[in-house]
């Protein structure tokens, strides 16, 4: 059973533009949120995370954004950059990590 | 930088052929995770030591797979009579402290392993 989901597989975006992935889980005991970009024959780097307790975290171009009566997380990327262009994974933790399926972003130039 | 190693990259086995995945995770990390990642899907936790101990194994699918870290440094996962099932990337991880959910996980590159 699926408890973490990223329900687009892909996303195109013009550069300059907002980049909006969303991700929704289950599980209301998870605590800790976090998003991993990934890029071919690389393993997952961590980007940004939010704890349970925030509703918001900024960094730079990436915010998170975290709804916990909707279950929902999105991250946000402003503005879009062609070197975006990756798997994004978000993942959510209760003494274990559950990850995403992945969402594809392709910024165009 | 030195970061998280796995080797071999790729892999592949013959059917009921025994493997054995290595990980050097970075030099002074004390946690180390092992994921499964079918083609398509997101990791999947299987295992977690904190230095030599195997805290958590609840995530391993078989008795056919089987995990140490017996120094506290490198890991090796090791399955037993693959089958093609088992045909994933096997990333492991490593972070600085108890491996609790605010503790950044660093991956390595993965091995692609191929079960024919």
């Known amino acids: 059973d699926q408890q973490v989901k990223q329900n687009s597989p892909s996303l195109s975006v013009q550069e300059g533009r907002i980049s909006i992935l969303n991700c929704d889980y289950t599980?209301?005991?998870?605590?800790?949120f976090l998003w991993y970009k990934k890029y071919p024959a690389e393993g997952p780097t961590f980007l940004i995370s939010?704890?349970?307790?925030?509703d918001k975290n900024e960094d730079g171009r990436f915010t998170v954004f975290l709804n916990k009566s909707a279950k929902h997380l999105s991250l946000h990327i402003v503005p879009s950059q062609p070197g975006d262009s990756a798997v994004y994974f978000c993942a959510a933790s209760r003494n274990q990590f559950y990850f995403g399926t992945g969402t594809s972003l392709t910024v165009i130039p | 930088g030195a970061g998280v190693s796995q080797s071999p990259r790729y892999k592949v086995a013959k059917r009921g052929q025994d493997v054995a995945l290595r990980c050097d995770p970075i030099?002074?990390?004390?946690?180390l995770f092992w994921y499964q990642q079918a083609l398509g899907q997101g990791p999947e936790f299987l295992t977690y030591?904190?230095?030599?101990?195997?805290?958590?194994k609840s995530g391993l699918p078989s008795d056919r797979f089987f995990a140490e870290r017996p120094e506290g440094s490198v890991s090796t996962l090791k399955i037993q009579r693959t089958q093609q099932e088992d045909s994933a990337v096997y990333l492991c991880?490593?972070?600085?402290?108890?491996?609790?959910?605010?503790?950044?996980?660093?991956f390595g590159p993965g091995t692609r392993l191929t079960v024919l």
């Open positions: 030099s002074g990390h004390v946690s």
């Open positions: 939010i704890s349970s307790i925030k």
């Open positions: 599980n209301s005991m998870f605590d800790y």
């Open positions: 030591f904190q230095n030599e101990a195997q805290l958590d």
């Open positions: 991880a490593s972070s600085l402290g108890d491996g609790s959910s605010t503790d950044t996980q660093y």
